[in-house]
């Protein structure tokens, strides 16, 4: 999917990524401590208490993913994911962070709501 204009190009690679793994952690086709290099602490607290029975039949599928930059460090990030036939929305906000470790894309998820 091509980036919105203007929007910086590692944000948006970033945004599609972190929303999947999100995606998958939460299905339970991931173990939650990968979430840690794209979420914040706070959220990755949440999102790994919010992780669902593995069933293949209602995995979550992104579908769309957008930006909007708000400043030259941060940006709107909006789309939507599809579980079997019903498609749902998502929002949140993107950052870019110092950064650290293995994680060097320097973008965190401060953000995130998914419908």
Do not use: C, K
Request: hydrophobic share 45%; charged share 25%; glycine share 6%.
């Amino acid at each position: 999917m091509a980036p919105s204009r203007n929007v910086d190009t590692s944000a948006h690679r970033f945004a599609e990524l972190a929303v999947r793994l999100v995606l998958e952690v939460v299905d339970g086709r991931r173990p939650d401590a990968q979430l840690t290099t794209v979420l914040t602490p706070a959220l990755v607290t949440t999102f790994s208490a919010a992780r669902r029975a593995r069933t293949e039949a209602d995995s979550a599928v992104v579908l769309r993913t957008r930006l909007q930059t708000v400043d030259a460090r941060t940006a709107e990030l909006f789309g939507s994911y599809a579980r079997g036939h019903r498609v749902f929305a998502m929002a949140g906000r993107v950052v870019r962070t110092p950064t650290r470790g293995h994680t060097r894309h320097g973008w965190a998820i401060t953000t995130l709501w998914l419908g």
